[in-house]
């Protein structure tokens, strides 16, 4: 028996509609940076990820039409890289990367998601396990279920539980020779905390298991060379690990990279489907890339800023009596437990002036719907202080709804 595409659909969107679970698109008419315009408003936006302001950033902005007025680049690659796409600006980035990370290699990705799947997919074969922490983001859950591993998950940042799992494989797998990865988010996306590597990397090394994390909201922002969570916690990845980081985050251009050692990044250009299927990413993004990564080397400054807005906020947040996670990030969720209140809230922001997106089931679990605030070192204390004030507005208003 058939049906149509809208027999099928339309209970499906009428369903999410009444969930308060549907999701749209704000229209944004600036670049992206504190003060935005979206669907028309002029706001605050303390939702991007864009955390050292480099996504408009006048000097990579220079580098990219200095580069369309020269002969090296043109427009648009072509190809993909193993065919005629894989232009200098790539192969200069991926040694510029690989050279501040301390690894021996890195390779470009067009998208997180997609470094997320082709490592996952590539490494591991049918009779290995991977271990990865329940609040993984979605492009690693995805990059897990891709490959022929087996995937067992462990509950957020329990040691413990990891270790049970990595003893469960030790002893399926005495008889073979099944690998264990163990994979996680090095800051958390949607709760701002960070991974216990120093833990994780020792248990890594106790089972013998490879270690993959996704640093892709470290990298920048965190540690004091914005090396992220490795650099954050006073660690060093070692020739088994593999880290992925995104370049459209603190970066403020788009891609993805996947760093480590030499063996790694040779098996991915060899046998990573989502790295030789597509085409390589703009010569030009990785032109601006390559600036990118001059500013965020450079951006002492603006990560000791962004530490301050994000002690600033969790100050003045306490304060209020909101709930908060225990996120030393420049993610700061504010937990309201369900969607209905969750989008109301960032309604009632938005008609302030400020633009803060509700999280909401599945990207999160159920009851567990928050407010997503994200801080970036352009932001101004005063902005801070006027969306605390908003925050205080709100709380007050409910106050007096409840008691009429
Ligand atoms: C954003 C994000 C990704 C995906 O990266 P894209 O380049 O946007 O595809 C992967 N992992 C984490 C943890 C992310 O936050």
Redesign the pocket.
């Known amino acids: 028996m058939s049906t149509s595409i809208a027999e099928r659909f339309t209970p499906r969107l009428q369903e999410r509609q009444h969930q308060h679970l549907y999701r749209t698109r704000a229209l944004v008419t600036s670049p992206q940076q504190p003060i935005m315009q979206i669907n028309g408003l002029t706001v605050v936006n303390f939702s991007s990820n864009d955390y050292l302001g480099l996504a408009n950033s006048s000097a990579i902005k220079d580098a990219l039409i200095t580069e369309l007025n020269s002969t090296l680049s043109g427009v648009g690659a072509g190809a993909a890289h193993l065919v005629t796409g894989h232009h200098l600006h790539h192969h200069l980035l991926e040694d510029e990367l690989a050279d501040w990370l301390g690894t021996e290699r890195a390779l470009l990705f067009s ?3 997609m470094a ?1 799947l082709a490592v996952q997919q590539t490494l591991m074969q049918a009779g290995d396990v991977i271990i990865g922490d329940k609040l993984n ?1 979605a ?2 859950v995805d990059g897990a279920h891709a490959s022929s591993a087996e995937f067992k998950r462990y509950p957020h940042n329990d040691m413990a539980a990891l270790e049970r799992r990595l003893q469960a494989a030790a002893q399926q797998h005495a008889s073979c020779t099944g690998q264990a990865l163990i994979v996680t ?1 090095g800051v958390f ?1 949607m709760d701002g905390d960070i991974a216990p590597l120093k833990t994780i990397q020792t248990l890594a090394q106790t089972y013998q298991a490879w270690l993959m994390v ?1 640093d ?2 470290g990298f920048g922002a965190l540690g004091q060379n914005g090396k992220g969570s490795f650099e954050h916690l006073g660690l060093t990845p070692d020739a088994n690990t593999i880290l992925v980081g ?1 370049l ?2 603190a970066f403020g251009t ?3 990279f996947v760093a480590g050692s030499q063996v790694l990044i040779e098996s991915l250009i060899q046998f990573a489907r989502p790295y030789i299927y597509t085409t390589a990413m703009s010569q030009l993004n990785a032109a601006a890339s390559r600036a990118a990564l001059k500013q965020v080397q450079a951006a002492q400054v603006s990560r000791e800023t962004l530490a301050q807005h994000i002690r600033q906020f969790r100050q003045g947040a306490q304060a209020l009596g909101l709930t908060l996670i225990d996120s030393p990030s420049a993610i700061q969720p504010i937990l309201l437990g369900d969607a209905h209140t969750a989008l109301a809230w960032s309604e009632q922001l938005k008609q302030r002036g400020f633009w803060v997106g509700a999280i909401r089931p599945p990207t999160v679990p159920q009851g567990q719907a928050r407010l997503r605030v994200t801080l970036c070192s352009t932001h101004t204390t005063a902005q801070i202080e006027a969306l605390l004030a908003a925050f205080c507005d709100i709380l007050a208003q409910q106050k007096t709804t409840f008691t009429q």
């Open positions: 998208t997180g998601y997320n983001h492009s690693l988010d996306s996704d892709a909201h995104t459209g985050k788009s891609g993805a």
